[in-house]
């Protein structure tokens, strides 16, 4: 029997908290699919987060590790794919019958963007293996869709450049190691980080400086309650329906 008060205490946590759908709705579906964007959408989530890669033709696809080892148990790099050869590779999939496959920007975004209120970009371009994603990506992204979206990456490099392309572009220092001036040198409003290496100073300096703070991967409730009250204001999440009232 559920608690008298969990439901009060999941819509505390609504209210409190922005919650990014991570990769989709990843636990029923392949993560960074278009059928887990879809079941996100569905499931009520507003606020997503998904990765990007230049393919050698120029297009933009939908995926979070550089080769497709891990997810079609091929060593292929994507920076050696078109669009028309991800159709080759059907990625592993335990949840359906139905094959999945690496998308393209342009197949998730009509997915998620009706009702988004914000969607996390990350470019996946550590060490600018794709030269050339940042003003792909701003020139192949449509201009109303620029004030909900939100870049980040682990390459602080890569941000830079989007800054310099893009000044009006908004940004999210994703960190393994906090540095407060890294984010302000980007003018980034958010500073992302995996939530065991938060701590309750890092929310304090970063509203100090008017910087909201977003943790990964949360897929627990308590969990996510405490870390709203140490200051985190969302997190990224594999599972929305956990949150929701």
């Known amino acids: 029997m559920a608690h008298p008060f969990a439901n009060a205490l999941i819509i505390f946590y609504t209210i409190a908290m922005i919650y990014f759908s991570h990769r989709g709705a990843n636990t029923k579906r392949v993560q960074n699919t278009v059928e887990a964007f879809a079941l996100a959408h569905a499931q ?42 991800l159709q080759q590779y059907p990625l592993n999939n335990p949840f359906t019958d139905k094959p999945a496959y690496v998308p393209l920007l342009a197949e998730v975004l009509p997915v998620i963007t009706p009702g988004a209120e ?22 192949q992204l449509p201009k109303n869709l620029w004030p909900n979206i939100l870049f980040s990456s682990f390459d602080y490099e890569a941000l830079a450049r989007l800054r310099a392309l893009a000044p009006q572009a908004r940004l999210g220092l994703l960190t393994r190691k906090f540095d407060v001036q890294q984010a302000l040198a980007l003018g980034a409003e958010s500073v992302h980080m995996n939530h065991i290496r938060f701590v309750p100073e890092i929310a304090r300096v970063c509203h100090a400086h008017g910087l909201n703070v977003y943790c990964y991967t949360v897929n627990d409730v308590v969990l996510a309650r405490q870390l709203a009250q140490q200051g985190v204001d969302g997190i990224f999440t594999d599972d929305v329906t956990l949150f929701k009232p």
């Open 44 to 85: 009520g989530a507003t606020h997503y987060e998904l990765d990007v890669h230049l393919l050698k033709d120029g297009a933009l696809a939908v995926h979070h590790d550089y080769s497709l080892i891990n997810t079609a148990g091929v060593e292929v790099q994507l920076k050696n794919l078109t669009a028309t050869d």
């Open 118 to 139: 914000l969607v996390n970009i990350e470019l996946k371009n550590d060490g600018n293996i794709y030269p050339g994603l940042e003003e792909k990506l701003w020139q």
